[in-house]
């Protein structure tokens, strides 16, 4: 049974940091593409950032790049998204995602099967 876990959300002020970690079960990250997509209240859903299978290619919104870094220990079967320099506006719903699909595919929501239940980032001073 293919089974995903978030954690390492929390309320922190802007400008600083928070992990996320997406625990897998009953499949290997390795071999899925996973994506992590947020919600904040009234909006739609959007991509984060994904990372391939096989060769770790990464991708990121813009809004987060070089803030935010995606990472994955296949030994724990587990993938990051390191957050920095947080802002107001990464208030939301955090969830990752995981399927077999194309990297070109890897930030598309819609694309993939398997979600996580999500978990809250508050950014808040």
């Known amino acids: 049974q293919v089974q995903l876990v978030e954690s390492g959300g929390g309320l922190v002020q802007p400008g600083g940091s928070l992990r996320l970690s997406c625990a897998a079960s009953g499949f290997t990250v390795q071999n899925y593409a996973i994506g992590w997509f947020r919600q904040a209240p009234g909006k739609e859903r959007e991509g984060v950032s994904c990372?391939?299978?096989?060769?770790?290619?990464?991708n990121y919104a813009d809004s987060v790049k070089g803030r935010f870094t995606i990472s994955r220990d296949n030994a724990k079967n587990t993938v990051y998204l390191q957050m920095n320099s947080l802002k107001l506006e990464d208030t939301a719903i955090y969830y990752c995602?995981?399927?077999?699909?194309?990297?070109?595919?890897?930030?598309?929501?819609?694309?993939?099967?398997?979600w996580g239940q999500g978990t809250q980032v508050t950014v808040s001073s």
């Open positions: 995602a995981a399927d077999r699909l194309l990297f070109r595919q890897c930030m598309l929501s819609g694309r993939y099967k398997y």
């Open positions: 990372i391939s299978s096989g060769d770790n290619s990464t």
